[in-house]
Structure formats: C-alpha cells, structure tokens
C-alpha cells in the first residue's frame, strides 16, 4: 500500500462555481504515518528516507493533490479533479483547483521543485 500525506480542504470548482471540500492526497515530507493536514498546517518530516517525499529546505513548492473518493463538486458531480497545494516555508498556504485530469504521470511536485517520481 502506498504511503502519501493528506490535507483536507475547500476548493472551488472552475466549472461550476461551487466550492467543495475534499480530501486531497499527496507526496510532500513525512508520510510514514499518514498525516492528515489542513491549510495552515506545518509539513512533518521525521522518518526514515524512504518514507519522505521532497526535501523540508525548499522554501516554496507545489504539490499535486489527488483526490480521494470517487466524487469531488457537490454541485456539478465532476467525478474527479487535481489540486495544487501550495507550500511555502513548509507551511501549507493554500489548495487550488488544478486541472480535471485524474493524475498526472510521473509528477509528485510542479514549479521551480518539479521533480519526477
Ligand atoms: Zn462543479
């Protein structure tokens, strides 16, 4: 079983307008212990290297969010969605809507952090 962070948070739907919320999966830090965050929370990074993703000195990155569940938009009912999660000095500053893909290959992180899996 795969190991990954969680944070959960309100994101606005592009399509609709609706903003819902939702848990968002991703891989940033510590993810042994499968924290669960919300925005304003600090990324944990104990653990051992293989069970953290990125590295706690970039000062600014952004993750991908997967979403968990088989429905995101309350309102329109789009089945799936990516986030941003937007990382800043570690702290999670904010989730945004990405695209309507559901995954995006081989990227953990996007930005100037970009980093393949
Ligand atoms: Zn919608």
């Known amino acids: 079983m795969a190991l990954f962070a969680t944070v959960t948070a309100e994101v606005e739907c592009p399509r609709c307008g609706v903003a819902s919320s939702a848990d968002w999966q991703f891989y940033l830090g510590a ?22 993703y990125g590295s706690p000195e970039w000062h600014e990155v952004i993750a991908v ?13 789009h089945p799936h969605a990516l986030a941003d999660i937007h990382v800043r000095e570690n702290r999670i500053e ?23 899996v």
């Open 31 to 52: 993810v042994g212990d499968m924290p669960h965050y919300a925005v304003g929370d600090v990324l944990r990074w104990e653990g051992t290297r293989r069970q953290t």
């Open 65 to 77: 969010g997967y979403m968990a569940g088989s429905e995101w938009c309350g309102s329109c009912r």
């Open 94 to 116: 904010r989730v945004t809507f990405r695209s309507f893909e559901p995954w995006i290959p081989e990227t953990l992180f996007v930005g100037p952090e970009r980093k393949p």
